[in-house]
């Protein structure tokens, strides 16, 4: 499974501009350290994403545009 600083540090490295996050309940979450335009979020790139553990988490990142500006 991993600790969860090493499994944070990849994700992050993995998804720059995401900053991630693990609630006391356990769910992982994942929000971008920018601001996303109103077309943006009209065209359904996501704030935050939020999943039930590491590689979920990971899944829901890899469906995101990703770069400065959500450029994928």
Known sequence: MGDFADLKAAIEGEFPGWQVWRSDAGRWYATRSG???DSQLAAGYA?????DDSAGLRRLLL???RGEHGDT
């Not at 704030?47 to 999943?51: F, K, Q």
């Open 35 to 37: 601001d996303l335009s």
């Open 63 to 65: 469906d995101q545009p």
């Open 47 to 51: 704030m935050t994403v939020a999943a």
